[in-house]
């Protein structure tokens, strides 16, 4: 099985969903099967079948979660010294060439990825062009719209 990568928070956030899936969800929707149960004919009551969906998409988060877990390779970005070289965990800061606006992103595991926190995945077109450059440096990122040139203002392990 291949490793995932994964920050130290993105290996906490997916720790804590697990957690609470299993010590909370898990006996909620067991709750509400048994309440659904205690109502009579089961040939024809929502409650139970919605109730087994849930339990259903609960037990596959949790196996996912675990699986994600056993094959993950975490990073913490200020532990490595990448001589200012883009790579997994960095935080970069960028400038678009044709507008001048600038952004900030941190390279991500896939599962932590949220572009309004300025988290992208490196499996993202624009990480993919990033990755192995350095401040000076500028990446060509093919977009919806065509290409963007992104220069790098700044690389950071944070």
């Known amino acids: 099985m291949a ?32 309440e659904a149960r205690a109502q009579g004919d089961l040939s024809e009551n929502a409650e139970y079948e919605a109730a087994k969906d849930k339990q259903g998409f609960i037990e596959g988060r949790i196996l996912e979660l675990e699986g994600k877990l056993a094959a993950a390779q975490v990073i913490d970005p200020s532990a490595v010294d990448a001589g200012g070289r883009v ?56 977009a919806p719209g065509g290409v963007k040139r992104y220069e790098i203002v700044e690389v950071r392990y944070v």
């Open 3 to 34: 490793t995932i990568p994964l920050t130290k928070r993105g290996a906490e956030m997916l720790k804590e969903e697990l957690h609470r899936l299993k010590t909370v969800e898990r006996h909620a929707v067991i709750q509400a099967i048994a």
């Open 87 to 142: 790579i997994f965990g960095a935080t970069v800061d960028l400038e678009e060439e044709a507008s001048g606006s600038e952004v900030t992103y941190q390279i991500v595991g896939d599962d932590e990825a949220d572009l309004k926190q300025g988290k992208i995945s490196i499996s993202s077109p624009i990480a993919r062009a990033l990755i192995g450059k350095e401040a000076g440096d500028v990446a060509d990122v093919m």
